[in-house]
């Protein structure tokens, strides 16, 4: 872990017991000054060198891990080299990740983020690991943006832990996935109670191509523990590799 200039204090069990994880905080002291910030305070929380990467520590974070394992796992299987992706990654944030793909071997990250702070702290985290990282909204890609995208030939998607309580809704999602070639890699992950829910509110409804073969090919879904509750409790999710057979056609 990195030396750092803050200290956090996690909140005692009966103060978070059962709270969703949008509404889950922790206390901050830096500089003499102490405050409260939830977990999905993420512009707040990007600012300060390695607060975000030192707090998945505490919470046992897995899931940049388990995805880069289980893609890169697919891709030598089916005989591929992994110096040939070229990936382009939704909601990169920091950069765990796309770290995690640099140290299995892959050359080739575009990342893009919402959040200039996001950018900043990749850039200073993971120094050299993306080769180019676009601060865009992919609801509204500017039209540099969208040209230089639409160039590079992206093989691969991924997404780790921005899908649940819709961090990136399904057209951004949808104009991410349109980019990468037929028979591209998709991988990404979504809270398993998410997946798991029928209805107007589950993944499946706002993201009905996950279920259509004819556009995205599952190969691969494996559930695992992605962290743990700020009251203890695991929280689940559902990592899932597959092929890009066609584009998501908006409506």
């Avoid at 005692?12 to 709270?19: C, D, G, S």
């Avoid at 039209?143 to 780790?160: E, Y």
């Avoid at 209805?199 to 556009?215: L, N, R």
């Avoid at 695992?224 to 584009?247: C, E, S, V, W």
Wanted: glycine residues 6%; hydrophobic residues 40%.
């Amino acid at each position: 872990m990195q030396k750092v200039d803050f200290e956090i204090q996690l909140p005692e069990t009966e103060i978070v017991r059962n709270l969703p994880i949008q509404e889950e905080f922790f206390w901050l002291s830096q500089n003499g000054n102490q405050g409260k910030l939830r977990l999905h305070d993420y512009a707040q929380i990007y600012r300060i060198p390695h607060l975000y990467e030192y707090l998945m520590e505490k919470l046992q974070a897995k899931s940049h891990i388990v995805l880069s394992s289980l893609l890169i796992d697919r891709v030598t299987q089916a005989g591929d080299d992994v110096k040939d992706l070229i990936v382009l990654e939704v909601g990169a944030g920091s950069g765990m990740l796309g770290q995690a793909l640099a140290d299995l071997g892959v050359k080739s990250i575009t990342g893009i983020d919402i959040l200039p702070e996001a950018a900043q702290a990749a850039k200073r985290e993971c120094p050299g690991v993306y080769e180019n990282y676009y601060v865009e909204d992919l609801t509204n890609l500017s039209s540099t943006a969208r040209n230089a995208l639409s160039s590079r030939g992206f093989n691969c998607m991924v997404c780790a832990s921005a899908l649940t309580s819709n961090h990136i809704p399904p057209l951004a999602l949808a104009t991410a996935f349109n980019l990468i070639a037929p028979n591209g890699s998709i991988a990404f992950n979504v809270q398993k109670k998410h997946w798991e829910e029928k209805g107007e509110a589950s993944f499946v409804a706002w993201h009905p191509w996950v279920a259509e073969t004819d556009i995205f090919e599952i190969a691969q879904m494996h559930d695992y523990q992605h962290r743990f509750h700020m009251d203890g409790r695991p929280l689940y999710y559902k990592a899932m590799i597959g092929t890009k057979r066609a584009n998501i056609q908006k409506s």
